[in-house]
């Protein structure tokens, strides 16, 4: 899920130079939560992508990423139509044949209360990235296996990501989001049927230094830490007692899960006898993601990862592709994908495990030297999430590279020229 919309911060200061180059951002430090435990030496596939990645051509290296709920916006379309309709058009077609009902009447003409229905935002907007970056592609030459070295998306946005990627076709990854997202809602409704209460998402913004003394507060106030696999940390727990960690965004965000009296009864805690005083935004979301009543979610996901695709012509055929045609990174681990099993374990279990984007954009930056940013989809929380970590400046140049958001078409050509005025800078350590 998304955090609420934040204005870029300033550049952070140097340590390495480029030619012509902006300044670079200082190590972050490193909150202290427990991933998943990953072998200590990633597949032969992955390190020779990441090989790959690091001898392609002589660019600084560059990750396309894609945003979660909460961007959704009645409308969003509509610019898209307009510039491209021989493209955009067919697509749009086909994504309400993929989900079988209208749903761009839904995303076109809203109401918004329906459109941010958890079972139509998410398959909205991802079908949406989608379709931006087929138009890049169809009308603007844009190879995305050639342009990009790296993959991402925040939480919902990792099924946009595969695709772009390579390891999932279109239609297989939409139709697991409608999916999910109906599972989702409905184990939603179950914890309110069963337990009463209200549940949904709400961002934390703290001060960096804070950032770990507020993750230990919530550990020790809801009596457990919420790092780790939450499928075992909380079985014994009903969903009204339940709060967790859902995203760790930034190095002064984090977004918690629950029933929302709980949060508030959390928040007032952490005021009391933290001594800070952080800034709580109601996140718009219907439901609590990446919390352990997203559980049923997990098996639907599992269930339809093991099965074939439903692709004409493909119905034989595994729907995932490993390895793909560039590294995606995993929302639990912040790493690349490893293997075919380690993708369809993974994936799965984001729906209820901890969103750790903030390690990821530090994996990217500081390990794989990543320089140049685009995001593609609907909204830029997203860009201003990455900016905040890598540095942001007059028109968004970083280290050399940029950080970028394709949300319109009238944003295409400033950051393709972007990346062409970019393309033959190199990073001097």
């Excluded at 770990?212 to 780790?228: P, R, T």
């Excluded at 928040?267 to 996140?283: E, K, N, T």
């Amino acid at each position: 899920m998304p955090p609420p919309l934040r204005a870029p911060c300033r550049p952070l200061a140097s340590h390495r130079h480029w030619h012509a180059t902006c300044p670079s951002s200082v190590a972050l430090p490193v909150a202290s939560r427990a991933r998943p435990p990953r072998s200590s030496r990633q597949s032969s596939l992955v390190q020779q992508q990441l090989r790959n990645a690091s001898t392609q051509n002589a660019r600084p290296r560059t990750a396309i990423f894609f945003p979660g709920q909460g961007v959704q916006k009645v409308g969003m379309l509509t610019p898209w139509l307009e510039a491209f309709p021989a493209t955009a058009t067919p697509i749009l077609q086909e994504i309400d044949e993929i989900v079988g009902y209208k749903l761009s009447d839904v995303i076109q003409g809203g109401p918004g209360k329906v459109l941010n229905l958890t079972i139509h935002a998410q398959p909205a907007i991802m079908a949406t990235s989608i379709m931006i970056l087929r138009i890049l592609e169809k009308e603007f030459g844009f190879v995305t296996s050639e342009r990009a070295d790296f993959t991402l998306g925040h939480s919902l946005g990792e099924f946009a990501a595969l695709v772009a990627g390579g390891y999932i076709e279109f239609e297989d990854s939409l139709y697991m989001v409608k999916v999910r997202a109906e599972a989702m809602a409905a184990a939603t409704k179950r914890a309110e049927d069963t337990y009463g209460g209200e549940y949904g998402m709400v961002a934390i913004v703290s001060e960096p230094e804070y950032l770990q003394s507020l993750i230990s507060a919530i550990d020790d106030f809801v009596g457990y830490s919420s790092a780790g696999s939450k499928s075992d940390s909380t079985e014994s727990r009903s969903p009204i007692e339940q709060v967790l960690i859902a995203n760790i965004n930034s190095k002064n965000q984090i977004v918690l899960s629950g029933n929302i009296e709980r949060i508030k009864t959390l928040v007032a805690h952490v005021r009391q006898f933290l001594g800070h005083d952080p800034r709580a935004v109601r996140l718009k979301s219907d439901s609590p993601f990446h919390s352990p009543i997203m559980k049923p979610a997990v098996a639907v996901v599992q269930n339809i990862l093991a099965g074939k695709s439903r692709i004409k012509g493909k119905e034989t055929e595994d729907m995932v592709s490993f390895p793909g045609k560039i590294p995606c990174i995993s929302n639990v681990s912040a790493r690349p994908f490893e293997s075919k099993a380690d993708l369809k374990d993974l994936l799965a279990r984001q729906c209820l495990e901890t969103v750790q984007w903030w390690d990821s954009i530090k994996y990217l930056d500081q390990e794989q030297k990543v320089r140049r940013w685009v995001g593609i989809g609907p909204g830029k929380v997203g860009r201003n999430l990455v900016g905040k970590e890598v540095g942001m400046r007059g028109k968004d140049t970083v280290k050399g590279g940029g950080v970028w958001a394709i949300t319109d078409p009238t944003e295409i050509e400033e950051v393709l020229r972007g990346l062409e005025e970019t393309e033959s800078l190199v990073d001097e350590e």
